[in-house]
């Protein structure tokens, strides 16, 4: 068609029609937003995927509420049926993003809203796309009224959506309020990341007080500082341009190697763990070092803190990172740590991420507090998990390697990594040291009646069980691969990847990844 000649009408039709769906078209609602303090869906996309790449589904989709609206107040007012979603790249790699439009009724799950659901999630099983999902919203709908409903209970979205576990790596981000199914869409999902605004929970303030259980304001239904520490969210961030870029960095480790970052002082490393067995220290510094800098992203810190897990890179290729951190519970391991430590291990072995374990355990917590949170189950996972993983383990005893909480760490034994080496410092024995001297000479210690001698005496024989628990001993009769200057660990696990990236083991498709 020349460039002179008068567009055709049903062209004109539809460039006004797709205008009405653009923000622009909605300033007041825009403006809203923005008094809020947040963006719109559709800038959230955009800021996520590579310019020009979106390909839209379902844009001209409007609220099933015909009998009670009329039609263009629906394409006026409720663009896309409150739902941005399609697919696109992110930093050239395909993926898919659905984004709940909080504009448009209150980022509520419309009926249209979860056919286009339905119609992505099969997209995105059949192409395996990586997906990020912006799940801010109220939850249902119930004011939709153009198909007969009574339950709603044969929505297939939830189902299709949790059934993408352990298929494809799928990230949920909130801001502000994530109700109901809204919050049932992030908490499937394997990462949230989450605004420190975020309010997250089963049900909203209506469902609260409909249940009888009283009035509770919209932002303490499950605010971040419930949600972060009780292990819901991953990563929290400022804001919604802090979330897409954590999105992306997420995405980033699921994608294989990248071109190797720049390497930090590995000296350092040999000065980072105290000598002394009782001195905790910050484990997240060595974890730094080790990784290519700025590669690290640490996941659920708030929760269980005295276990460690990050995403990182090495020499360019992503792995996960378990590390116990010793300013907690002395980095024994608790019915949260395992927890935390089982589901993650699921995750690197879901998505083929080699796993570096830094070991520095006196075991599993003991006790009755800690037999009340049941551990003797949840402890348990962590073998389990550990047990069951195909990809590379590396394991890095950097102090203490005590009893079952330390095989647990090395998936179950010393044998079971590729590689297992210890730092100079380090000691490892069946169990505590002092716990095992007290009970392997109970009977002397009890016939000792004067109590300064009796503690000299435990003293005397720590130091000597102290002794022999040297990581130089126990690599004499090797019970560990090697002995190694601290400074020369990163060398060796990417040595160990790269070898075990050349022969990779027989893909296995996991059951899913568990959402706890």
């Known amino acids: 068609m020349a460039t002179d000649e008068p567009m055709r009408d049903d062209l004109v039709e539809l460039l006004r029609r797709r205008g009405l769906t653009e923000d622009a078209a909605r300033p007041d609602a825009v403006q809203r937003r923005r008094a809020a303090g947040g963006r719109t869906a559709r800038e959230n996309v955009a800021d996520l995927v590579d310019p020009g790449s979106f390909v839209e589904y379902g844009r001209y989709a409007i609220a099933a509420q015909r009998l009670r609206r009329d039609v263009d107040d629906l394409i006026a007012h409720t663009p896309a049926d409150g739902m941005v979603a399609g697919t696109a790249t992110v930093d050239g790699a395909a993926c898919a993003v659905l984004a709940y439009d909080y504009t448009v009724l209150a980022g509520t799950q419309g ?33 939709d009224t153009d198909y007969p409903v009574v339950s709603s209970l044969d929505v297939r979205a939830f189902k299709l959506w949790a059934a993408l576990s352990g298929l494809v790596p799928r990230i949920a981000v909130v801001k502000s309020r994530c109700f109901a199914g809204n919050a049932v869409i992030a908490g499937c999902a394997d990462l949230i990341v989450a605004t420190e605004d975020a309010s997250i929970g089963m049900g909203g303030p209506a469902m609260i007080a409909g249940g009888g259980l009283g009035t509770v304001a919209p932002d303490d239904v499950g605010p971040i500082s419930v949600q972060a520490p009780n292990g819901v969210v991953d990563v929290v961030v400022a804001d919604e341009a802090a979330a897409v870029a954590t999105a992306k960095e997420l995405l980033g480790y699921f994608r294989g190697p990248t071109t190797p970052g720049r390497v930090p002082d590995q000296t350092a490393l040999r000065t980072m763990v105290p000598e002394r067995a009782r001195r905790a220290y910050p484990v997240g510094p060595v974890i730094e070092t080790l990784a290519d800098e700025g590669s690290v992203t640490f996941l659920r810190q708030r929760f269980a803190p005295e276990m460690v897990t990050a995403l990182a890179r090495i020499d360019g290729r992503p792995v996960g990172v378990l590390a116990n951190d010793t300013r907690f519970t002395a980095g024994a391991i608790t019915s949260g740590a395992a927890d935390k430590a089982a589901r993650f291990l699921q995750l690197c072995d879901a998505f083929g991420l080699p796993v570096v374990s830094l070991v520095d355990c006196p075991g599993y917590m003991v006790g009755p507090a800690a037999e009340a949170e049941a551990l003797v189950r949840h402890g348990s996972r962590l073998l389990v998990a550990g047990a069951s993983i195909r990809v590379p383990l590396v394991a890095v005893v950097l102090r203490r390697g005590y009893g079952l909480g330390a095989q647990a760490m090395c998936g179950g034994s010393l044998h079971e990594p590729l590689l297992t080496v210890a730092w100079p410092g380090a000691h490892l024995g069946p169990m505590g040291l002092e716990g095992a001297v007290r009970l392997g000479m109970r009977k002397e210690l009890e016939a000792i009646v004067d ?21 130089l001993n126990a690599a004499t009769l090797f019970e560990i691969d090697d002995v190694v200057d601290p400074a020369d660990t990163r060398r060796l696990i990417s040595a160990t990847l790269a070898a075990a990236a050349e022969h990779p083991r027989d893909a296995r498709r996991p059951r899913f990844v568990d959402t706890w």
């Open 111 to 143: 009926a249209l809203g979860h056919r286009k659901k339905d119609r992505l999630f099969d997209v995105i099983e059949r192409l395996r796309l990586p997906t990020v999902f912006f799940a801010e919203g109220g939850g249902g709908r119930p004011g």
């Open 451 to 471: 109590d300064e001698e009796r503690e000299q005496r435990v003293r005397e024989a720590t130091a000597a069980a102290q002794e022999n628990a040297r990581a």
